[in-house]
């Protein structure tokens, strides 16, 4: 059976993202799927996620700890079926990277209408809300991919 690759992509790689891969690939098998994440901004490459991502990751079992952050490159359309990202603003920074038609279809708001707020600036509150609201959109998209047989 062939892999399907999934990317979550946010502004900087340390808070948000690193949260949707950790979680959505604990709800998929690894033989089948693989979940990765990326930044529309460079500034953070090579960092491990934001301790508080970490730590509200690790609050619910699962670990995020041995992530880097990278940025977003043009040949990752290519190299994912799926591209969730969490908020407008990265929508409208992949858009920019003028995707073929093909290559756009497979970019969605994770949350389908709503976005998932930057929680950088905020406190650690923030980072629980991020971690719910990614929860419920990674069951819908596990449930989905798990239903759809892959
Ligand atoms: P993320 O959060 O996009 O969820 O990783 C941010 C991380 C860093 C910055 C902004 C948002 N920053 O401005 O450095």
Redesign the pocket.
Do not use: K, Q
């Given at each position: 059976m062939e892999t399907v690759n999934i990317l979550m992509v946010?502004?900087?790689?340390?808070?948000?993202?690193?949260l949707a891969e950790g979680i959505l690939a604990h709800k998929l098998p690894s033989t089948t799927f693989t979940v990765d994440s990326a930044?529309?901004?460079a500034?953070?490459t090579g960092n491990h996620?934001?301790s508080r991502?970490i730590a509200v990751a690790a609050k619910y079992g699962i670990a995020i700890n041995h992530q880097k952050?990278r940025p977003f490159q043009k040949k990752d359309f290519q190299r994912f079926d799926r591209i969730y990202v969490?908020d407008r603003s990265?929508y409208n920074n992949l858009k920019a990277l003028q995707p073929t038609d093909a290559e756009w279809e497979k970019v969605a708001l994770l949350l389908g209408n709503e976005e998932?707020p930057?929680?950088?600036?905020g406190g650690t509150e923030g980072f629980e809300m991020?971690y719910q609201m990614i929860d419920v959109a990674t069951d819908r998209i596990a449930n989905k991919l798990l239903e759809n047989d892959h």
């Open positions: 946010c502004l900087g790689n340390i808070c948000r993202s690193p930044a529309t901004a500034y953070h996620p934001d991502s952050a969490m990265n998932v930057d929680p950088y600036y991020v």
